[in-house]
């Protein structure tokens, strides 16, 4: 048994739970009529309710002592001190230093003239391309960005730029390239004209095979459609670690932004690998994305743990996980701009929190994160919230909502707000076997020949409510908020993983993929059939080879 499943604070939360478990939510609320108060927290303009989850002040204050008991505020601070948190690869996570103004000395050096070298470079860049300063090789300014890059170098990018379309310059239009399947290259390249288009390879190794192989395919197509040698220096740009590797690909020194081995992949969207929101929404639209994250660490740093956003939001996750056995967490944003973000979070959560190790290398034997997925509402209420109301599955869900569209039509605003709150009503208080009766008595107030067939349906009509939901309201999708929100979730995930006492940092989860493919990669180009494999995958390698 692990110290943490045998500690005091643990077990305190597990005599807790049978408690909470029988508590009607429904109940709960008429009991107290400052509950809505009592469990929802503000931060500038995100108010945060939690008051629908099986909770009372007794399990916030368990949790609480849980996350003392595991350090979280010495924790905390070793991370905004530069200390090596990511310690399965023995180095800092500096993500916030991307956002920060202050000097930050790490190793005696202080890094943040270096992040802001880089702004200014990214400041720079993104006014020439944008006031069409900087042309193409005939003269015509820019139009098109495409950006290549794949899993941290592509989601926050991707999510980003679709989430502040509203910010976005009319004049320049963003495409994302990252699947290795040429289709979504064939797809995009088709429609662009390569005297107007700029390309970005966002690859913090540069030796990332999808990448590598679509931007070696983009430079081809430029090539093939009427661009020289040296005007790739003037289409293509690098976003990277990696100089010597990006300089081999033909892209010189003034056209790469550098960021640092200190931010991982998942992390990065506040680095250079920002480069595409940045054309998009301009530097100062960037800028203020910076500032809404730079709030919410310091709102992580100095708020008492109680009234601590991102503290609040990740133990209410480990109470769901760890206690009531939540295997999945649906996220549910109100607002057609971020249907990214589900797809985000996966990234940031599944990667982050997918742990079986301990950091004293040992198996843990407790569940640690839940698989994240959501699309948008309401699109979604007409597709999976089925299995939400009524499915043997407890699902816990985060609903987001601005409260100001930025496309005020018609009355959707409004009845896109209904359907949000209404559907957390609906999940928190279910329909009991007594009410769909009575909505019977009052629509049949006469008993007739199809009572019998009502009877039957009357299992099917309850819901048994109770089930759990975090409503996240905001003002407006501004660069700011959601700036804020993004690193709501980063730092929920680190509180996360202290009460787990694992590495949100690392992924060695996704190399044993990759060298494999690097194995079956060589078998593919002959005729000789297979047998080195188990028989599935020589199966498999085979069926291919005959049908190529
Ligand atoms: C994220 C991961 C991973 C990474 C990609 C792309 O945290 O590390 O998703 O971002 O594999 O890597 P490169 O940026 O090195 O191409």
Redesign the pocket.
């Known amino acids: 048994m692990s110290t943490l499943t045998t500690s005091t604070a643990w077990l305190s939360l597990q005599d807790h739970q049978p408690v909470m478990a029988k508590q009607d939510l429904r109940e709960l609320f008429a009991q107290d009529s400052q509950r809505f108060k009592n469990f929802s927290l503000k931060f500038n303009d995100i108010l945060m309710d939690y008051s629908k989850h099986p909770i009372n002040q007794n399990t916030i204050n368990l949790l609480l002592t849980l996350a003392r008991q595991q350090g979280l505020e010495k924790k905390i601070s070793e991370m905004f001190c530069g200390r090596r948190v990511n310690f399965s690869e023995d180095r800092a996570a500096l993500h916030f230093a991307l956002r920060r103004e202050d000097a930050l000395i790490i190793d005696g050096v202080d890094i943040m003239p270096e992040v802001h070298d880089v702004l200014t470079k990214m400041e720079r860049f993104t006014s020439s391309i944008r006031n069409g300063e900087r042309k193409g090789y005939s003269g015509k300014a820019f139009t098109d960005i495409v950006s290549i890059?794949?899993?941290?170098?592509n989601l926050g990018p991707v999510m980003v730029t679709e989430a502040l379309n509203p910010y976005s310059a009319s004049h320049i239009s963003s495409h994302f390239i990252s699947n290795i399947d040429g289709t979504q290259l064939s797809t995009i390249l088709k429609k662009l004209d390569p005297e107007t288009t700029l390309f970005i390879i966002?690859?913090?190794?540069?030796?990332?095979q999808e990448?590598m192989a679509n931007a070696h395919s983009a430079r081809k197509w430029f090539l093939a459609q009427g661009g020289c040698e040296k005007d790739v220096q003037n289409h293509f740009v690098a976003v990277s670690t990696n100089r010597m590797e990006v300089e081999k690909f033909g892209i010189n020194a003034d056209n790469i932004f550098k960021f640092w081995d200190w931010v991982?992949?998942?992390?990065s969207l506040w680095s250079a690998i920002g480069l595409p929101i940045a054309l998009s929404i301009g530097m100062e639209n960037f800028y203020l994305l910076l500032k809404g994250a730079r709030e919410i660490d310091q709102h992580f740093i100095d708020a008492p743990m109680e009234r601590n956003l991102p503290v609040i939001l990740g133990l209410i996750g480990i109470w769901q996980i760890n206690f009531f056995g939540a295997k999945s967490h649906a996220v549910l944003p109100y607002d057609q701009s971020l249907h990214r973000f589900p797809a985000y979070l996966q990234?940031l959560e599944m990667?982050s929190s997918g742990k079986r190790i301990d950091r004293n290398g040992n198996e843990v034997d407790y569940s640690t994160g839940a698989v994240v997925w959501g699309e948008p509402g309401t699109n979604g209420q007409h597709a999976f919230y089925q299995l939400l109301h009524q499915g043997t599955q407890i699902i816990p869900a985060d609903f987001l909502i601005p409260c100001i569209s930025h496309n005020p039509v018609g009355d959707q605003h409004r009845l896109l707000i209904a359907n949000f709150i209404a559907q957390t009503e609906a999940m928190m208080r279910g329909k009991r076997k007594t009410e769909v009766c009575e909505e019977y008595e009052v629509e049949l107030p006469k008993k007739s020949a199809i009572e019998d067939s009502f009877k039957k349906t009357i299992p099917h009509k309850v819901f048994p409510g109770g089930r759990p939901t975090t409503s996240i309201l905001f003002k407006k999708l501004d660069p700011k908020t959601l700036g804020s929100l993004i690193a709501l979730y980063e730092h929920k995930v680190f509180v996360q993983s202290v009460i787990w006492n694992t590495n949100p940092f690392d992924?060695w989860g996704?190399e044993l993929g990759k060298q494999l493919a690097g194995k079956i990669l060589g078998e593919l180009d002959n005729k000789i059939q297979i047998t080195s494999h188990d028989s599935s995958t020589n199966g498999l390698i085979n069926y291919f080879k005959e049908n190529r």
């Open positions: 890059g794949i899993g941290g170098s966002a690859s913090k190794t540069f030796t990332t990448t991982g992949g998942r992390y990234q990667e992924q996704v």
